[in-house]
């Protein structure tokens, strides 16, 4: 009886991974259609400028490849599946719903990206949704941030600008008087606007830091990597 059960279980454990991936598929495409309008925002967003977002493309890309390196290392855990994912993905559907109504895509965008640990959850397991977490997680990274949340730091790093350009150009040879986030000079009247702040290039710094010291092994070089 003991022999019949240990030769049993690991086809049954197997019948079990492979029913659940025409689940998985069938439960993606639903969500892909779901959340086409949300993708087609997002993928505009991303395309836009090289001054909005244009790292989203990038990050969302480098991390479908690293989520797909972590599973494959997962292939000899044994099939697992937890109802704690549902705990993430109804929140994260309600959301969308809500903002069907309101229609501000990035409360969708942030629900799509918040469904996928519940989603790993419930068709991956704990140990292997463990391990694609951290990626799953820096695609919130690579959403557009307000401007009602950032003007501030948006005029700061405006200012900043202003007096490094109004130091360097007299170094150059050129007059220039500085007043708030204007640059005057004999050519003309120039103003730094906020595609000019920095901001953009600090947030993809943030993004990109962030994912290099994910993928270094050494815990002193990921403490480096996140100082410069």
């Known amino acids: 009886m003991t022999e019949t059960d240990t030769v049993l279980r690991p ?5 079990g991974a492979k029913g659940r ?19 087609w925002w997002l993928w505009e967003r991303w395309t836009l400028s090289v001054w909005n ?18 599973l494959k290392k997962c292939r000899e855990l044994p099939t697992d599946s937890s109802a704690l994912g549902f705990l993430i993905l109804i929140p994260a559907l309600a959301a969308h719903m809500l903002d069907t109504g309101i229609d501000t895509k990035l409360l969708s965008a942030a629900a799509m990206f918040a469904a996928l640990p519940g989603l790993s959850l419930l068709f991956l397991g704990v140990e292997r949704t463990k391990r694609i977490l951290f990626p799953l997680l820096l695609l919130f990274l690579t959403l557009p941030i307000p401007l009602v949340f950032t003007e501030k730091l948006h005029l700061v790093l ?8 109004s130091f ?3 170094l ?21 606007a906020d595609s000019c702040s920095g901001f953009s290039t600090l947030y993809a710094a943030i993004t990109v830091s962030l994912l290099v010291a994910y993928t270094t092994p ?11």
């Open 21 to 39: 991936h025409p689940a998985l598929w069938l439960v993606l495409v639903l969500l892909l259609l779901l959340f086409a309008p949300t993708l």
């Open 158 to 165: 405006r200012q900043i600008t202003t007096e490094g350009v």
């Open 53 to 70: 977002n244009g790292h989203g493309i990038l990050i969302a890309g480098l991390v479908a490849w690293l989520v797909w390196g972590e």
């Open 218 to 228: 050494d815990p002193r070089r990921k403490i480096l990597v996140l100082l410069v």
């Open 11 to 15: 086809g049954a454990a197997a019948g």
């Open 168 to 170: 360097l150009l007299p």
């Open 172 to 192: 150059l040879g050129v007059p220039v008087f500085a007043s708030g986030t204007l640059l005057e000079t004999p050519n003309g009247l120039l103003e730094v």
